[in-house]
């Protein structure tokens, strides 16, 4: 049996940082973890501009704890209206490293997103010539379809249209949940990849209602059956380099959460690799997570590898069941339990 696992520092390819003190808070969770994260733009207002994505830069740098090195990939949250000439100024900056589409509607803060694709080709031709990435949520945002098929039919209304007119274009169908998406990053033609959260590894849905509704465990897209469970830790493990780390650490305030109409997300940034290296363990597999959390992101992103080393070590200690943030408390994913793997930072 391992009990303690040392792998290149790995990085979070798919993360929310928020702004202002909620920010500052829960920042150095993630860089005590992490080299670098892929920055989620669905501020309100939304980071949309490589301005707005350099100032926002500046306000993460600034709350970076003394003596950590972390490095934020920032992103463009895309609209009806992006100009191509904003993708090519992003480029240039090299400090944006990819594009996100939310569909009008589908998540939390993503009213201003696109309402149709089609308003946006000429923009995404830019992307597909200059090799930036394009992250999608993706889920369809009709009403008329069933909350845990609109990934699947997501799949067949948008994202095949879109790849068969941008073959080149780089995709990473974000946060997938399902069997029919792992199949079809595991097998589509071109350059496409994956990120998969720890909480969709480790749970189906029934754990949203284990005992009562527990909205700690609600997050979109929304946990699946347990066969789509299995088909993701299959991914995950698979070797496939097309499969990576992203956490999709979502804070938000306890109140907000435990609340009539509660917002989706979960908060994993504290535990991020002690939930993923239980995943691996549960599989039989954690050999296969360095390059799950620390190689095939970068190289699908086309990054260096990171230099350091983190260490993870089999020893159980209680998640706390709450997080002081400043004015906010966030209560973390599995608040309360214990986990028999801790990251040791080095
Ligand atoms: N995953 C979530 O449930 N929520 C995310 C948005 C997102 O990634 O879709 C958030 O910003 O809170
Ligand atoms: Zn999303
Ligand atoms: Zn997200």
């Not at 069933?146 to 780089?170: S, T, Y």
């Not at 990171?306 to 943030?325: C, D, Y």
Request: with cysteine.
């Amino acid at each position: 049996m391992t009990d303690t696992l040392t792998i290149t520092r790995p990085d979070d390819w798919h993360l929310h940082l928020r702004d202002g003190a909620m920010l500052a808070s829960v920042l150095p969770d993630t860089a005590r973890q992490f080299g670098r994260a892929i920055v989620m733009p669905n501020l309100k207002p939304p980071v949309t501009t490589v301005a707005q994505a350099a100032a926002y830069r500046e306000r993460i740098l600034a709350v970076v704890p003394e003596g950590t090195s972390f490095e934020p990939l920032m992103t463009l949250y895309l609209t009806n209206n992006t100009p191509p000439d904003e993708i090519r100024r992003a480029k240039d900056s090299g400090f944006v490293h990819a594009v996100k589409l939310y569909p009008a509607g589908a998540t939390t803060n993503s009213d201003a997103g696109v309402s149709d694709l089609a308003k946006c080709y000429k923009t995404l031709e830019v992307m597909q010539e200059l090799g930036m990435p394009f992250l999608v949520h993706g889920e369809v945002t009709d009403p008329a379809i069933d909350i845990f098929d609109r990934e699947a039919v997501f799949i067949e209304r948008v994202m095949q249209p879109l790849r068969r007119d941008m073959p080149e274009l780089k995709v990473v169908f974000e946060h997938i949940t399902t069997k029919e998406a792992a199949q079809y990053v595991a097998t589509a033609e071109g350059p496409i990849a994956a990120t998969i959260t720890a909480h969709h590894l480790l749970y189906n849905r029934n754990e949203i209602f284990k005992g009562g509704i527990r909205p700690h465990y609600y997050c979109l897209p929304i946990l699946k059956r347990e066969e789509h469970r299995l088909a993701l830790v299959q991914a995950a493990v698979s070797g496939s380099d097309r499969f990576f780390l992203g956490t999709d650490s979502a804070p938000h305030p306890k109140g907000l959460k435990e609340h009539a109409c509660g917002c989706a997300g979960c908060y994993t940034a504290l535990h991020a690799m002690e939930l993923y290296a239980q995943a691996f363990e549960d599989a039989g597999a954690l050999d296969q997570l360095e390059a799950f959390a620390s190689f095939n992101g970068p190289a699908f992103y086309n990054l260096p590898r990171n230099q350091g080393f983190v260490t993870l070590k089999r020893q159980s200690w209680t998640i706390p069941a709450e997080l002081p943030m400043g004015e906010a408390t966030i209560v973390p994913l599995n608040g309360g339990e214990t986990i028999n793997w801790q990251l040791i930072a080095q």
